[in-house]
């Protein structure tokens, strides 16, 4: 069974850090393209970033460049997001996403993406 486990997420103050995990289950993860995607109340779900793993290209949105890092574990067969400097606009429910092959100029589409995980959320506030 394929399948996509995140988790890391919880309650942090503004200026704070968490690193969200996203473990494959099923198949592995070379040759994919892994994403990161978040959705605030009331809002559309938003690429944040994705990682190529065939040669570890990165893609950031505008609103996380700086303060986030994507990054994979082989030998986890995992995924991350290290988040720094958080802000409450940065509060969503995160989900991780993978599609065969490669990122692309167009990695934040989420019809691009084939498995999906169940989201963790990120909770931003003093």
């Known amino acids: 069974q394929v399948q996509l486990v995140e988790s890391g997420g919880g309650l942090v103050q503004p200026g704070g850090s968490l690193k969200l995990s996203c473990a494959a289950r099923?198949?592995?993860?070379?040759?994919?393209?892994i994403a990161w995607f978040r959705q605030a109340p009331g809002k559309k779900r938003e690429g944040v970033s994705c990682?190529?793993?065939?040669?570890?290209?990165?893609y950031y949105a505008d609103s996380v460049k700086g303060r986030s890092t994507i990054s994979t574990n082989r030998a986890k067969n995992t995924a991350y997001l290290q988040m720094n400097s958080l802000k409450p606009e940065d509060t969503a429910v995160y989900y991780c996403?993978?599609?065969?092959?490669?990122?692309?100029?167009?990695?934040?589409?989420?019809?691009?993406?084939?498995?999906w995980g169940q989201g963790t959320q990120v909770t931003v506030s003093s």
């Open positions: 990682i190529t793993t065939s040669d570890s290209s990165t």
């Open positions: 996403a993978t599609d065969v092959g490669s990122c692309g100029t167009v990695w934040y589409m989420e019809s691009d993406y084939a498995s």
């Open positions: 099923g198949y592995f993860l070379d040759g994919y393209a």
